[in-house]
């Protein structure tokens, strides 16, 4: 018996090597998917990004993981940079992040085409906490994408049982029978009128030149106008919930930073830098001191 979620999940894959592959500026193939059953919560490995679709028009949601490592070396592409195999800085992380949602949406689009759905309004984006998925069990499928040159990285989609009971083939929209045919009024026709035909020309034309991009930046330039949302940070601290609670106008609790300590920046919960509080014309800014911190770590 076949697998109707077989093949929507083998367009999906199919979805993500397309993106994956016009961001790193390479032909991207995706193997077969492969079904399995898991009856465990979803956990945010240090090794996996993952990222959460919604898709209004069914209801339902899936959860997409990707390896960290293996998105390092798409990045690498994108910029034209080689890497050095460590960590991830700031930024990378936050091109990380915008292209997994972008591969995401894309799998969502393909799910609703699949479907039969409308695809308005799907949004993707990465998981800040397992709270943030639904629960088990889930309907598991993978797939290798083949990127070329001994790169292949496993993508893997998790669906929920409520996804799996929308996806049933009883729960998909019926097909619309086409509507029948108008009648026509056909006018009688008249005897076909032959004459002597005359040579066709056409104006020479010369193929649009090609402007090169910039090197690294080709690929780049498809999440540029991605917007992004930016934090500043005063500083932070912990309370108990018996502190917050009896918290009233006036009450004043420190934090975790002096006075003279610069603020944090973030981009999507990302620390990307960190600077000065300035004024320009009666408002509040932020001049940058310092560009990919390095963490403090504990």
């Given at each position: ?7 929507v999940a083998?367009a999906?894959?199919?979805?993500a ?9 390479r ?7 492969a ?6 919560s979803?956990?945010i490995?240090?090794d996996?990004?993952?990222t ?11 959860v997409?993981?990707y390896?960290k ?15 050095d ?5 700031a930024m ?13 949406s894309?799998?969502g689009?393909?799910?609703?085409t ?5 695809s308005n309004?799907?949004?993707?984006a ?6 943030d998925?639904?629960a088990?069990p ?8 083949d990127l ?14 409520l996804?799996?009971?929308r996806?049933a083939?009883?729960?998909l929209?019926a097909p ?12 009688p ?19 649009t ?8 930046h080709?690929n780049l ?21 018996r502190?917050?609670v ?5 009450s ?6 002096l006075?003279?300590?610069?603020i944090?920046l973030?981009?999507?919960n990302i ?5 000065e509080?300035v004024?320009?014309d009666?408002k509040?800014?932020v ?9 403090d770590?504990?």
């Amino acid at each position: 018996m076949s697998d109707p979620l077989l093949s929507v999940a083998d367009a999906m894959f199919a979805s993500a090597a397309s993106v994956l592959g016009t961001l790193a500026g390479r032909t991207v193939a995706a193997g077969g998917a492969a079904r399995t059953q898991s009856d465990a919560s979803i956990r945010i490995e240090p090794d996996v990004v993952a990222t959460l679709t919604r898709v209004p028009s069914g209801d339902l949601s899936f959860v997409t993981q990707y390896v960290k490592r293996d998105l390092a070396r798409v990045v690498e592409l994108m910029l034209g940079t080689p890497g050095d195999g460590g960590e991830l800085d700031a930024m990378q992380l936050s091109i990380v992040a915008e292209t997994v949602a972008q591969v995401s949406s894309a799998m969502g689009e393909a799910l609703t085409t699949e479907t039969g759905r409308a695809s308005n309004g799907i949004e993707s984006a990465v998981a800040a906490g397992a709270a943030d998925f639904p629960a088990p069990p889930f309907a598991t499928f993978s797939a290798p994408l083949d990127l070329g040159e001994g790169f292949t990285t496993i993508v893997r989609i998790d669906f929920d049982v409520l996804a799996q009971h929308r996806l049933a083939p009883e729960a998909l929209p019926a097909p619309q029978a086409p509507a029948a045919p108008l009648p026509v009024a056909v006018a009688p026709r008249r005897p076909a009128r032959i004459e002597e035909g005359q040579p066709v020309t056409f104006a020479a034309m010369q193929p649009t030149p090609v402007r090169p991009a910039a090197p690294g930046h080709a690929n780049l330039d498809l999440v540029h106008d991605v917007p992004l949302e930016i934090s500043a940070v005063l500083g932070m601290t912990e309370l108990s919930l018996r502190e917050v609670v009896s918290m009233q106008t006036g009450s004043v609790f420190e934090l975790d930073k002096l006075s003279t300590d610069p603020i944090d920046l973030y981009v999507n919960n990302i620390l990307i830098a960190r600077g000065e509080v300035v004024v320009v014309d009666d408002k509040f800014a932020v001049k940058i001191s310092e560009l990919n911190p390095v963490v403090d770590k504990v």
